[in-house]
């Protein structure tokens, strides 16, 4: 079994030693009995587990080479939003320079959750376009787990405002 989309504590077992001994008669008759041996080796993002199974007649006559099966995989799930994503900041009364700021990276990452755990990161692009009159920025975030997955669509933030402030007298000290 290849491609499995699992962490490495989800990795599905092999068949069980009754499923393998039933695929197997003697000459003689009698039992066959089967053990196994599991070999895990890599991390959530890549992994693969191998079963190697030892199979005996009643007179310990033993399968060689051993039969072996193998399972791969790894972590292809991006992670998940599981707390409440922000609003759009709308109608800032601001001048461009002064916009607020979206969410920081590590408020974005602890909105999510990854199947197999470990850390999410987040960087953020910021995009202005307009002018102190009317302005907008867009905030695209990239948020990925441990194994490189990446949440898609990219989730977004706007903040959008302008000077809405008229003009105050500024007299002269004296």
Same mark, same amino acid.
């Given at each position: 079994?290849? =491609?499995?989309?699992?962490?490495?504590? =989800?990795?599905?077992?092999?068949?069980?030693?009754?499923?393998?001994?039933?695929?197997?008669?003697?000459?003689?008759?009698?039992?066959?009995?089967?053990?196994?041996?599991?070999?895990?080796?890599?991390?959530?993002? #890549?992994?693969?587990?191998? *079963?190697?199974?030892?199979?005996?007649?009643?007179? =310990?006559?033993?399968?060689?080479?051993?039969?072996?099966?193998?399972? #791969?995989?790894?972590?292809?799930?991006?992670?998940?939003?599981?707390?409440?994503?922000?609003?759009?900041?709308?109608?800032?009364?601001?001048? &461009?320079?002064?916009?607020?700021?979206?969410?920081?990276?590590?408020?974005?990452?602890?909105? *999510?959750?990854?199947?197999?755990?470990?850390?999410?990161?987040?960087?953020?692009?910021?995009?202005?376009?307009?002018?102190?009159?009317?302005?907008?920025?867009?905030?695209? *975030?990239?948020?990925?787990?441990?194994?490189? =997955?990446?949440?898609?669509?990219?989730?977004?933030?706007?903040?959008?405002?302008?000077?809405?402030?008229?003009?105050?007298?500024? &007299?002269?000290?004296?």
């Amino acid at each position: 079994v290849t =491609n499995v989309n699992a962490c490495l504590a =989800n990795a599905p077992s092999g068949p069980t030693d009754a499923e393998i001994a039933r695929l197997y008669t003697d000459a003689c008759g009698g039992a066959i009995t089967v053990t196994h041996t599991t070999a895990p080796s890599g991390t959530d993002c #890549s992994w693969s587990v191998v *079963y190697t199974y030892t199979i005996k007649d009643k007179c =310990n006559n033993v399968v060689a080479p051993a039969p072996v099966f193998t399972v #791969s995989g790894g972590d292809k799930t991006a992670p998940v939003l599981t707390g409440i994503w922000p609003a759009n900041i709308t109608g800032v009364n601001a001048c &461009l320079a002064d916009a607020p700021s979206g969410p920081s990276d590590a408020a974005i990452a602890a909105l *999510y959750t990854d199947g197999c755990g470990g850390t999410i990161s987040v960087t953020h692009t910021t995009t202005p376009s307009g002018a102190d009159c009317s302005w907008s920025v867009l905030y695209t *975030y990239t948020v990925k787990d441990k194994c490189g =997955n990446v949440v898609t669509p990219q989730p977004v933030l706007y903040v959008t405002g302008g000077d809405r402030t008229p003009p105050v007298i500024t &007299l002269p000290a004296g």
